[in-house]
């Protein structure tokens, strides 16, 4: 699964490598991103992309209470062509969730050590993701979850799973403003290459989602 990651690169480090043509509004980079805050994602409205906030947890538009998600932070890339909450937005509402690195916690004798995971060759790239719009009468909010998929070779030594981080041209193709059968994106997924990630331990101060600053990427010495 995914549950925590970063984002501290600047601004127009961020626009630069995504294409971004206009300022990002309230972005300010944060060293511990948990679920049910906002996360920077980007889609493309058809004309242009467009970054902004969403929150980190679908809510489908169907939902009848926004709780459903903090049980929607992340979605199987393998099956959510099949399922309700997720079929209609693989077809249409493809995003990418923007990190510079994210974390994972592997299980030990001394119990859970938490480590900064990043890919060896970048330091900006995307989770593949999906995203919603829910609303009432009084309220209206932009909802995402982030893909999953098994671990790979090294990722498997430290959790069963992990997120979909998108190449660059898989990320171009992700987001671009056409409709694709749910399966059609499910078999894009399947087939994106995971490149080479990096990881090193760092402290049980990221455990709290209250903390934030450097101190959550120290490594552990």
Request: glycine residues 4%; aromatic residues 12%; contains cysteine.
């Amino acid at each position: 699964m995914c549950g925590r990651y970063t984002l501290f690169s600047q601004e127009a480090q961020i626009a630069e490598e995504f294409g971004i043509a206009h300022s990002i509004e309230d972005y300010q980079p944060r060293y511990n991103i948990a679920p049910g805050q906002k996360v920077l994602a980007v889609i493309h409205n058809g004309k242009e992309k467009k970054a902004g906030f969403m929150y980190w947890g679908l809510v489908p538009s169907w939902a009848k209470d926004p709780k459903i998600g903090y049980k929607m932070i992340n979605a199987r890339s393998e099956t959510a062509h099949e399922k309700p909450s997720f079929k209609h937005l693989m077809a249409k509402k493809r995003c990418l969730i923007i990190a510079d690195s994210f974390y994972e916690w592997k299980k030990t004798e001394n119990g859970k050590q938490p480590l900064r995971i990043y890919p060896e060759n970048r330091e900006l790239f995307a989770f593949a993701g999906l995203w919603d719009q829910w609303k009432t009468d009084e309220e209206e909010r932009f909802t995402c979850t982030i893909l999953t998929q098994e671990a790979d070779r090294f990722m498997a030594d430290i959790h069963h799973r992990m997120p979909v981080i998108l190449s660059k041209q898989a990320q171009e193709k992700w987001i671009e403003p056409f409709k694709w059968t749910p399966e059609e994106a499910h078999d894009f997924v399947q087939e994106i290459d995971v490149e080479e990630l990096k990881a090193y331990e760092v402290s049980d101060y990221v455990n709290a989602a209250q903390h934030e600053g450097d101190e959550c990427i120290k490594p552990l010495v």
